[in-house]
């Protein structure tokens, strides 16, 4: 088994992002809490999440949190994420999907991704920045991830609120559908194996409509 990568301070979230997942299947593990600040983020070329789509080791929490992230920690990825927590409190103008572990989170080989023991807390808004004619559409927002496929959620609690401020702006078509949730806006099980369980989480968070377009 590969030897787990530490992530003990802000400056090695922001400007090593992907050294824990560079080898596929290599774990890390938090030895404090992290608070990420803005200008570290920016001094390290901005932060997208990590874009692990193959990644499948573990994040070990260990109990402690990760603040101040500016979107998701991953983008796409594999992982499995054991004792961390999370809080957030950002706005997404751009047609994504969004949460605050990870965007998009895929068990791969058969093999499911988990959560065990991890919390989200904070605020998601989506508020529509684009220019083009189609208001967002077709995006999922979740507490914890955005899409997930083949992934076990156990012992959990999700505290994040969902705020829809602005989905559609002038000359843009309002007529679409945008999949939100507690855990997961969107579960795709559509696929063999692809499945997603359940088992003593709490959902806390509120989905807030405060676009006068918004209807759920």
Not at 46 to 59: L, Q, R, S, V
Not at 181 to 206: I, K, M
Request: proline fraction near 1%; charged fraction near 10%; include cysteine.
């Amino acid at each position: 088994e590969a030897a787990q990568a530490v992530i003990d301070n802000a400056e090695a979230t922001a400007e090593d992002k992907t050294a824990a997942t560079a080898t596929l299947s290599k774990s890390a593990i938090l030895l404090n809490d992290i608070a990420v600040n803005p200008a570290q983020i920016s001094d390290a070329g901005g932060w997208n999440g990590i874009n692990a789509a193959n990644y499948t080791g573990t994040i070990n929490g260990n109990g402690y949190q990760i603040s101040g992230l500016p979107t998701s920690l991953f983008d796409k990825t594999g992982a499995s994420f054991r004792g961390l927590h999370i809080a957030v409190n950002y706005t997404q103008t751009t047609k994504v999907n969004a949460g605050t572990f990870a965007n998009v989170i895929e068990g791969l080989n058969e093999t499911p991704a988990f959560f065990e023991h991890c919390s989200a807390s904070g605020t998601i808004t989506i508020s529509n920045n684009t220019t083009t004619t189609t208001a967002f559409a077709d995006n999922c927002i979740g507490g914890f991830v955005g899409m997930a496929s083949g992934v076990d959620f156990k012992n959990c609690v999700n505290n994040v609120d969902i705020v829809l401020d602005q989905i559609s702006k002038a000359g843009q078509s309002s007529t679409m559908s945008m999949a939100t949730g507690g855990f997961a806006g969107y579960t795709n099980v559509s696929e063999t194996n692809h499945f997603v369980s359940f088992y003593n989480c709490t959902n806390n968070g509120d989905l807030i409509c405060s676009d006068t377009t918004c209807k759920t």
